[in-house]
């Protein structure tokens, strides 16, 4: 029960932009891949609710805090890391464990590839995380590569979202407005 009432104001059971906070952490993301500190800004003001219950929940808060005081890119990208990984952290733990749906393998494009990491960082999918860092750097192989390496060879669940949000840094010097 505590861990629904966590959810229903946390997530959104079906399509990104539904109902719960889902949308907002996707304009965080698409926010920090830019460096778009405004933007940043405003959707952890959304994602601030002082309501939620449940495990990780805490660790959610913390992070949107971090966000929500970021300074500049990499701040930003620190931010989402530590939201990323405390909400895969309540979807490993949930009974039965949650999985976020993402783009499948081959990628057609270094975009969808970086979708389909942060949906293996929301279901706590190791394998899926490296097949998808793997595609990225098929796809983008401007990106730097030992970074990438770091984060195809990352083990734990916080090692990966902590290579995640290097990786958010280098988006960043393409992708800043
Ligand atoms: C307190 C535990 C908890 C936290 C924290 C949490 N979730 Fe969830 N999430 C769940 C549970 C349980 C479900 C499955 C039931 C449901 O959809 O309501 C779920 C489902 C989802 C789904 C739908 C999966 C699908 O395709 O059916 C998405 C997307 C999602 N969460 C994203 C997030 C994001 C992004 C965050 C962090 C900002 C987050 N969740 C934080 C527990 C949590
Ligand atoms: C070397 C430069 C470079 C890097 C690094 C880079 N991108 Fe891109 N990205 C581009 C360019 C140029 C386009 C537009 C052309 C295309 O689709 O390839 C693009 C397009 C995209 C798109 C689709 C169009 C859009 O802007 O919404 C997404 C999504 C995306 N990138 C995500 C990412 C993510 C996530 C990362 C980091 C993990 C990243 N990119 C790293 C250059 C880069």
């Keep these: 029960m505590i861990l629904l009432l966590g959810c229903i104001s946390t997530c959104a059971p079906s399509a990104p932009g539904g109902p719960g906070h889902y949308a907002e952490a996707l304009l965080m993301r698409e926010a920090a891949r830019r460096g ?10 959304e994602l601030e609710d002082p309501d939620l219950r449940g495990p990780d929940v805490d660790a959610v808060h913390g992070a949107v805090g971090m966000a929500l005081i970021a300074e500049d890119g990499e701040e930003a990208a620190w931010a989402l890391a530590g939201i990323v990984e ?28 970086g979708e389909a990491m942060w949906s293996a960082l929301l279901s706590d999918d ?3 995380f490296s097949a998808s860092v793997e595609d990225y750097l098929r796809l983008q192989p401007e990106h730097d590569v030992q970074r990438a390496h770091a984060a195809r ?5 916080s090692e990966r979202a902590d290579a995640w949000g290097e990786l958010l840094v280098e988006c960043q010097a393409c992708h800043a407005l």
């Design 36 to 45: 778009d500190l405004l933007a940043l800004h405003e959707a952890a003001r």
């Design 86 to 113: 405390a909400c895969g952290g309540c979807h490993a733990s949930s009974q039965p464990p949650v999985r976020v749906g993402g783009p499948k393998p081959p990628h057609a494009s270094h975009g969808r590839a």
């Design 126 to 128: 190791g394998l899926a």
């Design 153 to 157: 060879n990352a083990s734990t669940r």
